[in-house]
């Protein structure tokens, strides 16, 4: 079905908010705002055929703009954590915003949640796409970046990601979706399969320290399918810094995790061709009102944030994010619906 665009109201300096909605053929879809290329709304229908809105999120547009947790949004320049806010390529040091700690967090201060991208129809699909200027919160290169987002007619909401340079610089972009499949409560009670046989040890910033740890033995075991709420109360170090899970998997393959909501039946595959994938269980979201009259409460979702691991200019062996200059950067990552 085709696009269709509306008014999602302005931001407290009056610039006005698209909204695009997709429809498919199956009852689903999907709302992407222009403010932050941000999923606003995703609607799937339950095992009655009733559409539950199963991502986190707002009514108005300076709910947005006030924002602290990137419900929906499309982060970049680099997402997740660079230690001490800083990097260096080429021999050249880069110091950037400082705005989780000592630490720098999801692109910086007004990262690519906070910018306004072009909006257009791509067939039954949505393109979203900016530049990003040379220094741009202190990154080099003038970055030209594409996201797509689909909603296909068996359920399937895909992203893809383009991006180009024309210097080096880094990229590592993801899409901060909250995820509740239950479409209320918290998420304790979603059943989790995550295919990884190890994950980044965290310090006690949610920062990679560079060991990669198996799940083995741990709380971080979902290799068999559990309650996400198992051993989220369990006594271990690395649950108990970051409050819960909020650490970044690494991948065995392109399936990376399934998720089951038991009141609906609503269960989501996510697929993706990064090595990595952050599980925040929600730890640092406080009470706030949700859309439709909801109240947002702490681990009242879970986001599957796919990316190259967190801090891996910091980390020998971690998978590089440098974009080289007239490189592209191509990544795609899914998230099937279906009831059962
Ligand atoms: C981070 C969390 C952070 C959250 C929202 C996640 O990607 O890993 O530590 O609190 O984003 O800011």
Redesign the pocket.
Known sequence: MAVQFFDFGKLSDGRSVTAAKLTNHAGASLTVLDYGATVQALCIPDRSGKPVDVVLGYDSAVEYEKNG??LGATIGRVG?RIGKSVFSLNGKTYELAKNDGENH??GGKEGFDKKFWRMAAQGESLLCWRVSPDGEENYPGNLNVKVLFSLTDDNRFCITYDADTDADTLVNLTN?SYFNLNGRGDVLNHRLQLFAERFAENDGG?LPTGRLLPVEGTPFDFRTEKEIGTDIGADDEQLKRAGGY?HNYVLCGKKAAILYGPETGIEMTVETDLPGM?L?SGN?LTERKGKGGSIINRRDAA?F?TQLYPNAMNCYGFPSPVLRAGAHLHSETSYAFRVR
């Open positions: 947790d990137y997740n967090l999801h901060h949610c909020d952050q925040y640092f986001c944030e």
